[in-house]
T-cell receptor, first 110, second 117 residues
Framework: RKEVEQDPGPFNVPEGATVAFNCTYS??????FFWYRQDCRKEPKLLMS???SGNEDGRFTAQLNRASQYISLLIRDSKLSDSATYLC???????????FGKGTTLSVSS | GAVVSQHPSWVICKSGTSVKIECRSL??????MFWYRQFPKQSLMLMAT?????????EQGVEKDKFLINHASLTLSTLTVTSAHPEDSSFYIC?????????????FGAGTRLSVL
C-alpha cells in the first residue's frame, strides 16, 4: 500500500465550479499534513497546511480526519489559474522528509 | 518567505559525464536538506536526507556512490550525479528546513531538469 494515495484525475471543470480532492495516508503516526500545488515542470509550492479542526484560506478549504486517515481539499469558484496538479503531502516528524502523493490534476476551462 | 536557490535549472549532458547540482538557502540556515527526484507523471520521491557536517542518509534503492551528496555548510548542499546515463534523466528538486520555528516547514528549490543523451 502506498503511503499517500490520491485520485490522479484529471478533473476537468468549468470556471466557477466547486471541486473536491481526497487523499488517504497509511502511517497513523503522521503528524503534519499539507496540500502543495505543482505547475507543469515547476517545483511544488505550499498551498496550505491542514489542521484537525479544518482550515480555510479564501476559496480553499482543507479538512483532516485522523481516525480515517483522510485529507481533503475543496476549491470553490474555480479560476483558470487554479489549473495545476495538487499534491497531498504528509510528514511524520518535524525536520524529516515530506511524503508526497502522486498528485491530482485539475484543469479549469472557460 | 525563505528562499532556496537551486542551480542549474536545466542540464543537458552526454552519457558518462558527471553533473553537479547546487542547493542554497539564501536567508536562513538549513540544518537539513532533502533531495527528491520526480519522473514524468510520478510523485516526488525522496532520494536522500543530508544534515550539515555529516554523511547523507540515502533511501533504499538509491546508490550513494552514484549520487554524491555534500552538505559542507549550513547554506549549501550539492548533489553530483556521477557517470550519468539516460535513465538518470529526471527532475531533481532540493528542499531545505531550518531549525526552531522553521523546522516543520520545507522550502523548495526551483528544480533541475537533467537530460542525459
Amino acid at each position: 500500500r502506498k503511503e499517500v494515495e490520491q485520485d490522479p484525475g484529471p478533473f476537468n471543470v468549468p470556471e466557477g465550479a466547486t471541486v473536491a480532492f481526497n487523499c488517504t495516508y497509511s502511517n497513523s503516526a503522521s503528524q503534519s499534513f499539507f496540500w502543495y500545488r505543482q505547475d507543469c515542470r515547476k517545483e511544488p509550492k505550499l498551498l496550505m497546511s491542514v489542521y484537525s479542526s479544518g482550515n480555510e484560506d479564501g476559496r480553499f478549504t482543507a479538512q483532516l480526519n485522523r481516525a480515517s486517515q483522510y485529507i481533503s481539499l475543496l476549491i470553490r469558484d474555480s479560476k483558470l489559474s487554479d489549473s495545476a496538479t495538487y499534491l497531498c503531502v504528509v510528514n511524520s516528524q518535524a525536520g524529516t522528509a515530506l511524503i508526497f502523493g502522486k498528485g491530482t490534476t485539475l484543469s479549469v476551462s472557460s | 518567505g525563505a528562499v532556496v536557490s537551486q542551480h542549474p535549472s536545466w542540464v543537458i549532458c552526454k552519457s558518462g559525464t558527471s553533473v553537479k547540482i547546487e542547493c542554497r538557502s539564501l536567508d536562513f540556515q538549513a540544518t537539513t536538506m532533502f533531495w527528491y527526484r520526480q519522473f514524468p507523471k510520478q510523485s516526488l520521491m525522496l532520494m536522500a536526507t543530508s544534515n550539515e557536517g555529516s554523511k547523507a542518509t540515502y533511501e533504499q534503492g538509491v546508490e550513494k556512490d552514484k549520487f554524491l551528496i555534500n552538505h559542507a555548510s549550513l547554506t549549501l548542499s550539492t548533489l553530483t550525479v556521477t557517470s550519468a546515463h539516460p535513465e538518470d534523466s529526471s527532475f531533481y528538486i532540493c528542499s531545505a528546513s531550518g531549525g526552531g520555528d522553521l523546522k516543520n516547514i520545507q522550502y523548495f528549490g526551483a528544480g533541475t531538469r537533467l537530460s542525459v543523451l
